[in-house]
């Protein structure tokens, strides 16, 4: 058994390696016009034509094998499960780099980032620049089109591991949408699995050395070295408005493997916690000390590990995604 183990988690890092390095196989077959180019992504619906019965959208992130269309499946299939298939819209945004470019034989046209910056905000290489919090802004913009969505009450930002990262990053840095209040559209994260959090001050979980660990505050990780994305606001604005936001924070109970081949080991992500659960939990405890009166929710998945689609179609899932 072990072995079978070792054997299976020896194939995980190989494909997580060759993604990286090599490119992604699957490209999702849809665009979103962007200023900066192209974004690729993948639809349970075609939104260029008005949907009438749509009442829900859900924007999944992928985590960093940008395998976009898995993800978009498990959004349908978890929206299904739910009876909220015909009603949800699911939006697989795909955050590609230069390697996916280059062996898809991608057009100029399709915009792209430098490996896995993309998961901290930074912007696009080319053929334009755009935050990749920016492009998730632009998809929350054409969701507000009366017009096309005329129904539409709640639009949901999900994302698992590395795509847990994103929201979580998303919804501390993220601009405001008046649009959305105008059209009383409600606004939610879910946040599930991520390897790390950024935190709004040097106070860890862990006992470290700083002389070690100099970058432990930097952003991703900290409020140091905020992304262009952020413009002039301030550590102390980003909090404000991030704890005012509708945050859940959705974790499985099975992802304590302080070895796991995905999980961040870098030193600035060890001072959060050994393992996923536990940086949730810590992170979640860090907030309600600061803010005693917070909103967010945790919600634990039992029997579920770092595994985004048992995470997402569990009953626990559907109902933080699909709450009514």
Same mark, same amino acid.
């Given at each position: 058994?072990?072995?079978?183990?070792?054997?299976?988690?020896g194939?995980?890092?190989?494909?997580c390696?060759?993604?990286?390095?090599?490119?992604?196989?699957?490209?999702s077959?849809?665009?979103?016009?962007?200023?900066?180019g192209d974004?690729?992504?993948?639809?349970? &619906?075609?939104w260029? #034509?008005p949907?009438?019965?749509v009442?829900?959208?859900?924007?999944?992130?992928h985590? +960093?094998?940008?395998?976009?269309?898995? *993800?978009l499946?498990?959004?349908?299939d978890?929206? #299904?499960?739910a009876?909220?298939?015909g009603?949800?819209l699911?939006i697989?945004?795909?955050?590609?780099?230069?390697?996916?470019v280059?062996?898809?034989?991608?057009?100029? $046209?399709?915009? +792209?980032?430098t490996?896995?910056?993309?998961m901290?905000?930074?912007?696009?290489?080319?053929?334009?620049?755009i935050?990749?919090?920016?492009?998730?802004?632009?998809?929350?913009?054409?969701l507000?089109?009366?017009?096309?969505?005329?129904?539409?009450?709640?639009?949901?930002v999900?994302?698992?591991?590395?795509g847990?990262?994103?929201? &979580?990053?998303?919804a501390?840095?993220?601009?405001?949408?008046?649009l959305?209040?105008?059209?009383?559209?409600?606004? +939610?994260?879910?946040?599930?699995?991520?390897?790390?959090?950024?935190y709004?001050?040097?106070?860890?979980?862990?006992?470290?050395?700083?002389?070690?660990?100099?970058g432990?505050?930097?952003?991703? *990780?900290g409020?140091?070295?905020l992304?262009?994305?952020?413009?002039?606001?301030g550590?102390?604005?980003? $909090?404000?408005?991030y704890?005012s936001?509708?945050i859940t924070y959705?974790?499985?109970?099975?992802?304590?493997?302080?070895?796991?081949?995905?999980?961040?080991?870098?030193?600035?992500? #060890?001072?959060?916690?050994?393992?996923?659960?536990?940086?949730?939990?810590? *992170?979640?405890? *860090?907030?309600?000390?600061r803010?005693? &009166?917070l909103?967010? +929710?945790?919600?634990e998945?039992p029997?579920?590990?770092?595994d985004?689609?048992?995470?997402?179609?569990?009953?626990?899932? $559907?109902?933080?995604l699909f709450?009514?």
């Open positions: 058994m072990i072995k079978r183990w070792g054997l299976l988690l194939v995980l890092v190989s494909c390696t060759f993604a990286a390095e090599h490119g992604v196989k699957v490209v077959p849809d665009r979103f016009h962007l200023e900066a974004l690729s992504l993948g639809l349970s &619906q075609d260029r #034509e949907l009438p019965k009442t829900r959208a859900l924007i999944i992130v985590g +960093r094998l940008r395998n976009a269309q898995t *993800y499946q498990s959004g349908i978890a929206a #299904e499960h009876g909220v298939g009603t949800t699911v697989a945004p795909q955050f590609l780099n230069q390697a996916d280059k062996r898809n034989h991608l057009g100029h $046209e399709v915009v +792209r980032w490996g896995n910056d993309w901290a905000g930074e912007a696009s290489t080319g053929p334009g620049q935050s990749s919090y920016g492009a998730l802004d632009q998809i929350i913009k054409h507000g089109n009366h017009k096309l969505f005329p129904a539409l009450k709640e639009i949901v999900a994302g698992h591991s590395g847990g990262q994103v929201v &979580q990053r998303f501390l840095t993220g601009h405001d949408h008046p959305l209040n105008s059209e009383g559209i409600r606004l +939610r994260y879910v946040v599930a699995n991520p390897s790390s959090y950024a709004f001050s040097p106070q860890r979980p862990v006992t470290f050395d700083i002389a070690n660990c100099p432990f505050n930097d952003w991703k *990780y409020m140091q070295n992304p262009d994305y952020v413009g002039g606001r550590a102390q604005q980003l $909090e404000q408005d704890v936001r509708d959705l974790l499985g109970q099975q992802d304590t493997d302080p070895n796991h081949p995905a999980l961040d080991k870098s030193c600035e992500a #060890e001072t959060q916690g050994a393992y996923r659960l536990m940086r949730g939990h810590n *992170y979640f405890d *860090y907030l309600k000390q803010h005693p &009166q909103g967010h +929710r945790l919600v998945v029997g579920v590990g770092h985004g689609d048992k995470m997402f179609t569990s009953p626990e899932g $559907e109902k933080v709450a009514q």
